[in-house]
């Protein structure tokens, strides 16, 4: 990302923000709330478009690609409020995770015959793998609405997984829950980035599970970038300590 600004109104999310993520990496977004993170994500995954400033992704400028366009590409994501399909199970959820995949077209698909068929056949196999990975065999035909929320987060951790992609996008995926479901949730992150060798963009809070797992990270304040490097570099960054504790915490 080459400098980008983001504005609503009179209103700067992104100003001028540069950065450079490196594959295979699990690279921390953190910064008080407000700071911009969320709108940094949509708009690496196209949800926004920025005013001004570029995006690349594998050497390829996507700055002006559609959301479904970037999916195609490899990049997935998650969201802070869960966006499931709530009357759905957790089955068609991750099925649906995987239609960038889907090549038969709708009167193939409503025959469901012959070539379609099979397609289906090995993208479920996929996602079978995804059940087992995330532990959620007991609720693969519960209706999404239903479920706890810390089940719904693993559900729409699986939808992304199941895009296939080269990079995730995750926002906030530990928020609101327990000591257990977050070293859960961190546990799938480190095998996503490590044994399904994908690269992981991730907006946490808990600044504890942020200095154990990321390789790099970024502060934002106020829409700007304060902050960049690894863990121990961040730990005792002036400014990041300033932007979370105030100017007496520095002094």
Known sequence: MRNLHLNFGGVNALFDVSLNIQEGEIYAIIGPNGAGKTSLLNSISGLYHPQKGEIYF?????????????AQLGIARTFQNIELFKGMTTLDNLMLGAHTHIRSGALLGGIYFGPAEKEEIRQRKFIE????FLEIEPIRHEVVGTLSYGFQKRVE?????????????????????????KEDIARFIIDINEEWGMTVVLIEHDMGVVMDISNAVCVLDFGK??????????????????????EEAVI
């Open 58 to 70: 594998n050497g390829k400028n996507i700055s002006r690609l559609s959301s479904y366009k970037r």
């Open 129 to 132: 793998d995804i059940i087992d």
């Open 157 to 181: 951790i699986g939808r992304a997984l199941a895009l296939r992609p080269k990079v995730i996008l995750m926002d906030e995926p530990m928020a609101g829950m327990n000591i257990e479901e």
């Open 225 to 246: 970038k304060i902050g960049e490097g690894s863990p121990e570099e961040i730990r005792d960054n002036p400014r990041v300590i300033q932007a979370y504790l105030g």
